[in-house]
């Protein structure tokens, strides 16, 4: 009997959750996806919310289990990740 599937939560700040239409989900990651820069693309190629969002990939900035983390970083089933678009101050 195989172990049931850990999924990732993964949560939309600001534009990113207008554009997906969600606040978070919850999903199971492909085999093939294995990092931040992974999940990115292949969240890009799920419909066209998730398109759109993506869209400008460069500008956005990832967490990982609540800490700033660069795109080349590994992911694990159960890992949280939060999308911010960049912010500024003034």
């Known amino acids: 009997m195989s172990e049931p599937a850990i999924p990732l939560r993964i949560l939309y700040f600001a534009w990113l959750r207008e554009r997906v239409g969600l606040s978070e989900e919850t999903l199971i990651k492909p085999d093939d996806v294995g990092t931040l820069a992974e999940l990115i693309a292949w969240l890009a190629i799920r419909d066209d919310r998730h398109a759109a969002?993506?869209?400008?990939?460069?500008?956005?900035?990832?967490?990982?289990?609540?800490?700033?983390?660069?795109?080349?970083?590994?992911?694990?089933?159960?890992?949280?990740?939060?999308f911010f678009p960049p912010v500024t101050g003034g």
């Open 53 to 82: 969002a993506f869209a400008q990939s460069g500008v956005i900035r990832c967490a990982l289990n609540q800490e700033f983390a660069p795109l080349n970083s590994p992911i694990a089933p159960g890992d949280e990740i939060a």
